[in-house]
């Protein structure tokens, strides 16, 4: 019986053993993976980035006049007024490193302002709808939500509010759509926000 005991003890040491080397294995192929492409690109020359998907702002196509005495509102025209006058670039999902070797490492500061001013228009359209929700404005809210959705957006509440909207419409069309652009995002999101939309939104009866 001892024989037997410390036989499996020794064979399950052995496990944790080979399993603990393996994962130091597999942690240092990606450090050494990592280091290597961050070597990588810290060599690559400046590229033109006059080709980039550069986001506009059609203030003209959206509700911007239909509430004048908001100070929510207000404050978010104010933020898309001064961002329709900069540099609008949808990065997300992109590092780091992998904006010097697709760009150039001298672009890194210019691209991260470019990213950040994306970051900032699609919280201020989300924070605009809710608001224009709030007033009960339905039809204008989802005029906003779906411009975010136009441009990438990845807040997931952007898709359950449209969800929301197509359902108590009864489109099941502009659902199946919803799921299919939350398919495509370049986001750790990505998986949470289209699983949400089947299953509390487009299944369900």
Not at 123 to 130: G, S
Request: charged share 25%; net charge neutral.
């Amino acid at each position: 019986m001892k024989f037997y005991v410390l036989a499996s003890l020794i064979l399950f040491s052995g496990s944790i053993y080979l399993a603990i080397r393996s994962s130091k294995n597999k942690q240092k192929q990606i450090e050494d993976s990592f280091w290597d492409k961050e070597l990588r690109a810290n060599s690559v020359r400046k590229k033109s980035l006059d080709k980039l998907a550069y986001v506009t702002i059609p203030l003209d196509k959206l509700p911007t006049s239909c509430v004048n005495d908001n100070s929510v509102i207000n404050e978010c025209l104010e933020t898309l007024q001064s961002l329709s006058t900069q540099p609008i670039v949808n990065l997300t999902g992109m590092s780091n490193t992998d904006l010097k070797l697709e760009y150039g490492t001298a672009n890194l500061t210019i691209l991260s302002e470019y990213d950040q001013n994306y970051t900032v228009l699609v919280r201020t359209l989300q924070k605009w709808a809710d608001e224009l929700n709030r007033l009960s404005m339905t039809e204008e809210a989802v005029t906003v939500l779906e411009y975010a959705l136009e441009i990438g957006s990845d807040i997931s509440k952007t898709y359950y509010d449209l969800a929301a909207y197509y359902r108590k419409q009864g489109n099941p069309f502009k659902l199946e759509e919803l799921v299919e652009k939350a398919s495509h995002l370049n986001t750790i999101q990505k998986n949470v926000i289209v699983r949400t939309l089947k299953e509390s939104y487009l299944y369900n009866d």
